[in-house]
């Protein structure tokens, strides 16, 4: 079945400092990639995505590449902000035998903590 | 905008016990889901329902019910609750079949001691 695996956390950086949270992925077929963010009491959001290979997703000053050939869609930021401490979440949605009605498969999330 | 409003955000349960934790929207969106969240295990789908009146087995369904009488409204059940239904709880809901954004809930704290 799908699956994500991100890399283990927690991540703890400065500010200003350069982020990369590494996800791949399994998924038989195409799927649309995804990173969502959490943060402290507040549900999920989409932070940013891609449907198909070598699309890049951007906002907020993170951006992912939707790499095929290497299953993965790594998130980086060129300088982050305390403002950007939050968990994590890359996620997929499969398109294999059909619909995938909306159902994602989440990685275990990678918790950041930005430091003055 | 309301969004996706979870009630309630809290619960204390002692074993054996039941109770409904009910999701509403107000984007008139057809799919909607519940999640639970777990340290280290991410989001994990429990059941799932691309319409009114309808509900379909998740990732790990054991121990849950739904259901969807209403498009607006999910709800989940915890028919004889169990320690290993301690959890956030996270209702979504989406308008794109293919894969596209989910709108998430605050979330609902369960313990069950």
């Known amino acids: 079945g799908d699956s994500v695996t991100q890399m283990e956390g927690p991540v703890t950086l400065s500010e200003e400092a350069f982020l990369t949270i590494n996800c791949t992925y399994t998924?038989?077929?195409?799927?649309?990639l995804f990173w969502y963010v959490q943060y402290p009491g507040e549900g999920l959001q989409l932070l940013l995505k891609a449907t198909k290979a070598d699309d890049k997703g951007s906002n907020k000053g993170f951006e992912a590449t939707y790499r095929k050939e290497t299953t993965s869609f790594h998130l980086e930021k060129g300088s982050v902000q305390v403002s950007d401490s939050a968990v994590y979440f890359c996620?997929?949605?499969?398109?294999?035998?059909?619909?995938?009605?909306?159902?994602?498969?989440f990685g275990q999330g990678t918790i950041l903590t930005v430091h003055p | 905008n309301a969004g996706v409003t979870q009630t309630p955000k809290f619960r204390v349960l002692k074993t054996g016990q039941s109770m409904t934790l009910l999701c509403a929207q107000d984007?008139?969106?057809?799919?909607m889901y519940w999640y639970r969240q777990d340290p280290g295990m991410g989001l994990r789908l429990i059941h799932y329902s691309v319409g009114e009146g309808t509900t379909a087995k998740g990732e790990v369904p054991d121990g849950y019910n739904v259901s969807r009488l209403k498009k607006q409204n999910f709800l989940l059940g915890l028919e004889s609750a169990a320690p290993s239904q301690t959890s956030v709880y996270f209702c979504?809901?989406?308008?794109?079949?293919?894969?596209?954004?989910?709108?998430f809930g605050e979330g609902s704290r369960l313990t069950v001691l």
């Open positions: 979504a809901s989406s308008m794109d079949r293919a894969g596209g954004e989910l709108f």
């Open positions: 998924a038989t077929g195409y799927p649309s």
């Open positions: 996620a997929l949605s499969g398109h294999a035998g059909g619909t995938s009605y909306g159902k994602l498969t």
């Open positions: 984007m008139n969106h057809e799919y």
